[in-house]
C-alpha cells in the first residue's frame, strides 16, 4: 500500500501462506502464527487510523493509542482463527495442489467473514470492501484497471461512456485547508467562509472569460465549477445571501456543484449542492454515514465517550437514505451528473450507477471527497481505489478532493 512502484508483490501474497500450511507443525503454532500475522499486517495498515484519530479526535492521545491497540488485536484474533482453521483442515489433505485450493479457499471465506461480521459491529459490514482491498496496490498499473474495464463491459454488456467536448470543469480549492489558517475568526462564520469562497470564486471566472477569449473554450459549452466534500461546513440552504454574493462572480451560465451542509427540519446532512443563477436548484444528500466520525452507529450509543471523539464540537449528521431528494443533477439537456460522496461511493453497486444511464444524455459520476483528513499514504489508496471503481462502473468519474480536482475515463 505504501509503495506503488512494487505494488505487484500483492501478487506473491499466497506464496508465504501456502508454505506455512504446508509445512505446519501444530494447531497451537498455527494459532500464533495467525495471531502476529494479524498484529503485523493490521498493525501496520491501520496507522492511518491512528494518524486519523491524533489529528482530528479530540481524545488524548493514550486513548487513541488505545483504540487503535483494541482494534489491530481485534482483527488479529480473527487472523488467529483463519490460521487455526486453515491448519485443521490442512490435517486431512495430502496432495500439493489440494493444499493451494483448500488455502485459497479459505483465504476466501476469511474476506466473507469480515465483510459479513468482523466489520458488522462498526456499521461497514456487507460492502464487499475486504474483496477488493489486496487488489488496490494493482491500480497502479493500467493493464490492471483495462482488465477490469474489459470484465465489467463484458458482464455488463455496456461500453465506456465518454464525455462531450464541449464540457467545461474548473475546480475550486477550498479556502479552509489550503492555508494555515485553523484559528481564523472567519473560520468560524458562514459570512466569513462565505467571503473567502467569494474571493476564490473570482479568479476562476476570471481565466474562463480569458479562456473564451482565446477560443480555448465554446461559449455555449456547459460550464462545471467544482469544490470537493466540506467547502461550505454550514447549512447553505439558510444563507441565501451567500448564494446571492457568489452569484455576482459566477456567470448565469455556470452551474456550481460543491460540498456543503443541508438542514432540513432539524436534520443536518452531508450534501451535494447545485446552484445556479443565485438559487439552490437541487441537494444531494449522502447516504452512507462514516461511522463514529460523521454519526454514532446504533450499538455503541450508550457509550457517550465516543461521541467525544470525533462529533464533541460538530453536529452529528443524519443518514439520508429515506431522503426524497435527487440522486443526480440533470444540467442542460445533455448532461447528468450523478455525485456522491466519499464512503459510499465506494459501498454502491454497478446496478446504482446503471439506472441512470441514458441515451438522450451523457452521464457523468461527480466523486466529492475530503480527502484532507486522511495521511498521505491512504490518500493514495483512496485515490487507487476511486480508480478500480471507475474501471468497474464504466462511467467518467470527475475525482474532487481537497488536493485537486482529475477525471478519470
Known sequence: FLF?????????????????????????????SGVIWGLSIFGFHFQWLFKVMLRHSSASWWACGAVYGVIVFYFALTAGCWFWFTA????????????SAMVA????????????WVLWPFGLGQNGYPFINPCIPLASY???????????????????????????MQYVAPVANRVKNAN??????????????????????????????????????????????SM??????????????WSNVIPDESHFLLGGIYEKEGRSYQSVFWLHRSLIINVYVKKSLTPFVEKIPEGWR????????????????????????????????????????????????????DRHRTPDKTVLVAFFANDSWF????????????CIKQAAIQLPVVYVGHFGMEILR
Open 4 to 32: 506503488s512502484s512494487v505494488g505487484f508483490l500483492i501478487l506473491l501474497f499466497p506464496a508465504p501462506l501456502f508454505l506455512l500450511f504446508y509445512y505446519y507443525q501444530t494447531l497451537k503454532i498455527a494459532w500464533w
Open 88 to 99: 485443521f483442515v490442512r490435517r486431512m489433505l495430502e496432495r500439493a495442489w489440494m493444499v
Open 105 to 116: 479457499c479459505s483465504t476466501v471465506m476469511y474476506w466473507y467473514l469480515i465483510d459479513q
Open 142 to 168: 493500467k493493464f490492471f484497471l483495462r482488465l477490469i474495464a474489459l470484465l465489467s463491459a463484458w458482464s455488463g454488456g455496456v461500453e465506456l461512456a465518454s464525455l462531450p467536448d464541449d464540457l467545461d
Open 184 to 229: 481564523a475568526a472567519w473560520r468560524k462564520s458562514p459570512e466569513g467562509m462565505g467571503q473567502k469562497i467569494f474571493q476564490e470564486l473570482d479568479p476562476f471566472v476570471v481565466r474562463r472569460a480569458v479562456r473564451l477569449v482565446s477560443n480555448h473554450t465554446n461559449e455555449n459549452s456547459t460550464h462545471l465549477l467544482l469544490s470537493p466534500e
Open 232 to 245: 461550505f461546513p454550514f447549512p447553505l440552504n439558510h444563507y441565501p445571501e451567500i448564494v446571492r454574493l
Open 302 to 353: 450508550c457509550f457517550a465517550s465516543l461521541r467525544e471523539g470525533f462529533l464533541a464540537n460538530t453536529v452529528e449528521l443524519s443518514d439520508g437514505a429515506e431522503e426524497s431528494e435527487s440522486d443526480c443533477f440533470d444540467i442542460g439537456v445533455q448532461l447528468r451528473v450523478v455525485p456522491r460522496v466519499c464512503l459510499e461511493f465506494f459501498f454502491v453497486s454497478r446496478a446504482d450507477f
Open 375 to 386: 495521511c498521505p499514504f491512504f490518500r493514495s489508496i483512496l485515490y487507487r481505489l476511486v
